[in-house]
């Protein structure tokens, strides 16, 4: 394997990022000058040293300097009886920016599989997690895909005993993810969860 090769397969472990694209990446780095490749390898340093992941919701952000906490969950101001279920960290950044949801959250990190490819879900982490915090209301804020869908009915399954569950209002359109959704969409969503 030639060193080009090398770093295509890096870039084809991405979400999303196929052999074409990744290669493309390749070509772009070589394109660009040596002080954009180097700031981009400071930055990915930097990254992995000052980002880690929450204890409680387990995204990844800069945490609380004496918790392992991330801001969110270190707020004392948001409301303790709501926590939403997301499947990704950029799920939240999106919730947050509109403005719509003072609650806590809690990232999945992926849905289950209809087709059983790639299939990651967090649920012994979230067992534990309700295990020491009770809420009254779950709102699944899953993606609209096929497989979010599944992992919707499978979570209000297995969560119906623990909390009022709720599911995001379907103000999103069908196959659509979370991150991809614009402010106003996320309020209506929250606002017709049912
Ligand atoms: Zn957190």
Redesign the pocket.
Known sequence: MNEMDKLTELFMRFPGIGPRQARRFVFFLLRQDAGYRAALIRSIDSVAAHIQQ?S??L?Y?PLHKERP??A??GDTHRDTTQLMLVEKDTDVEQMEKSGAYAGH?FVLGGTLSLTGKKSYLREKELDSYLKHHVFAEIILALSTTSDGEFTTAHLAEQLKSKARITVLGRGLSTGSELEYADAATLVQALKNRA
């Open positions: 929450c409680k919701c995204r952000a906490v991330c969110i969950c959250y």
